[in-house]
């Protein structure tokens, strides 16, 4: 195997893992400015895994997406200690990395990331400070899920599994787009994105409701025929508009319901929005049949 993008799908998979642990702290964590900034951190590492999965299938690699291994801490401030320490230790990796190429699209790559983990420790570090000095207050969570709302919990984290599942597809599938299809680009990770606020939305009522997020998905479609990929995400979209529709009514909780019957209509208009682009044309051929191709003859 190519060793630099050995070294890619270590960095991908600990950015991978970065999402997860700080999301699933966020929430742990409770709202407010705490959980903002960690939120911020964890879109950033997205972007990180965005980034890697892409250098590494140009060239010519498979981003395996897969996620290297969970920490959990009990309090905000043994949380952030360790994250200094993640950050630290991430950093100093991909110096390493980018030291060892002389790809100059993978030492771009790299840098960009290392800037961003020079100010993730920086973040984490400071937020640290705040929690040990008392600057920085905390809204407790609920610790247990109160009688009757364990279904409506579960529903949830199903609906987590799904939207969890659903970025990965997404990001996967964008990797594959060519550069001359840059609108299908800009969709596959507009979904990608519209999905990952439907998971933070569900792990954040999760905890709410006292339970605990999670943060577990399903194996994507590894499919890499992009001609293929709107008959894919047409079938993902109805399915979570089935899904939603037949959990609301056995959701116990008003929070809960109303969060999903936002994500259920968004889920509708996203069904709306593939079944439009798999339309034939009247010449024939539906616009997913224009991938890889060049848009403008
Ligand atoms: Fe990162
Ligand atoms: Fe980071
Ligand atoms: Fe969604
Ligand atoms: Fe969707």
Not at 7 to 34: K, S
Not at 247 to 253: E, T
Request: net charge negative; hydrophobic share 40%.
């Amino acid at each position: 195997m190519d060793p630099t993008i050995r070294w890619l799908e270590d960095d991908l998979q600990a950015a991978h893992a970065n999402i997860v642990q700080y999301l699933w702290h966020a929430y742990r964590f409770g709202e407010g400015e705490l959980a903002a900034e960690i939120e911020e951190i964890a879109r950033e590492e997205m972007r990180h895994l965005w980034w890697l999965a892409e250098t590494i299938v140009r060239r010519g690699g498979d981003p395996s997406l897969a996620r290297g291994p969970l920490v959990r801490q009990d309090t905000a401030a043994g949380f952030l200690r360790w994250a200094v320490s993640r950050e630290e230790a991430d950093l100093e990796r991909c110096r390493q990395h980018r030291d060892q190429t002389t790809d100059p699209a993978v030492r771009l790559v790299l840098d960009r990331v290392i800037a961003d983990e020079v100010h993730h420790r920086q973040a984490f570090q400071e937020l640290l400070t705040a929690v040990e000095n008392g600057t920085l207050t905390l809204a407790p969570r609920p610790a247990t899920v109160p009688d009757g709302l364990a279904e409506t919990v579960a529903l949830l984290n199903q609906a987590i599994r799904f939207e969890y599942t659903a970025v990965l597809q997404y990001l996967y599938q964008s990797f594959f787009v060519t550069t001359d299809c840059d609108l299908y680009r800009e969709l596959f990770n507009t979904q990608a994105q519209e999905s990952m606020k439907h998971l933070g939305w569900l792990a954040e009522t999760v905890a709410a409701l006292g339970g605990e997020p999670l943060l577990e998905f399903d194996p994507i479609d590894r499919g890499r025929d992009p001609a293929r990929f709107l008959a894919i995400n047409l079938r993902l979209e109805e399915e979570a508009v089935r899904l939603y529709r037949e959990w609301l009514p056995r959701l116990a909780d008003p929070r809960a319901r109303a969060v999903m019957e936002r994500i259920y209509a968004q889920e509708q208009h996203h069904v709306r929005e593939f079944q439009l682009l798999h339309q034939p044309t009247s010449a024939g051929l539906t616009v997913g049949s224009l991938f890889g191709r060049p848009q403008w003859e």
